[in-house]
Nanobody, 115 residues
Framework: VQLQASGGGLVQAGGSLRLSCIASRFTLNTLGWFRQAPGQEREFVASAGWNTAGATYADSVKGRFTISRESTRKVDLQMTRLKPEDTAVYYC????????????WGQGTLVTVSS
C-alpha cells in the first residue's frame, strides 16, 4: 500500500497543525504516525484502527495530539499546543504500533515549531 501524507508546515509554539494521510487502497491495518527529529531516531507518535478504535499515543504527545480515522484509507493527526521539541519529519505508516516497525511508510512531511 502507498501512503501519502500532507499538512506539515511552520508554526509558532503553542499553535496547531493538522496532518493527513491517505492510503492507496483499503486496509484494515492500523494507520498512524512516526516522527524523526534531526539527529534522533525515528519514534512512534500515534496510531488508530478503523473508526479510531484502539487509539494509541506516545507519552510525549498525550493530551496534545488527537488521531482520528473515519475511513479505512485516511487518518488525520490534529496537533495542538505544539512545542519546539515537536519539530520533526512526520511519517505516515502502516501497520503503526509502538511495538514493531511498519511495513509501509509515507514520504514524510516536515513540521517546524518555532519558539
Amino acid at each position: 500500500v502507498q501512503l501519502q501524507a500532507s499538512g506539515g508546515g511552520l508554526v509558532q509554539a503553542g499553535g496547531s497543525l493538522r496532518l493527513s494521510c491517505i492510503a492507496s487502497r483499503f486496509t484494515l491495518n492500523t494507520l498512524g504516525w512516526f516522527r524523526q527529529a534531526p539527529g534522533q531516531e525515528r519514534e512512534f507518535v500515534a496510531s488508530a484502527g478503523w473508526n479510531t478504535a484502539g487509539a494509541t499515543y506516545a507519552d510525549s504527545v498525550k493530551g496534545r495530539f488527537t488521531i482520528s480515522r473515519e475511513s479505512t484509507r485516511k487518518v488525520d493527526l490534529q496537533m495542538t499546543r505544539l512545542k519546539p521539541e515537536d519539530t520533526a519529519v512526520y511519517y505516515c505508516a502502516s501497520p503503526a504500533s509502538p511495538a514493531r516497525n511498519p511495513d509501509y511508510w509515507g514520504q514524510g512531511t516536515l513540521v517546524t515549531v518555532s519558539s
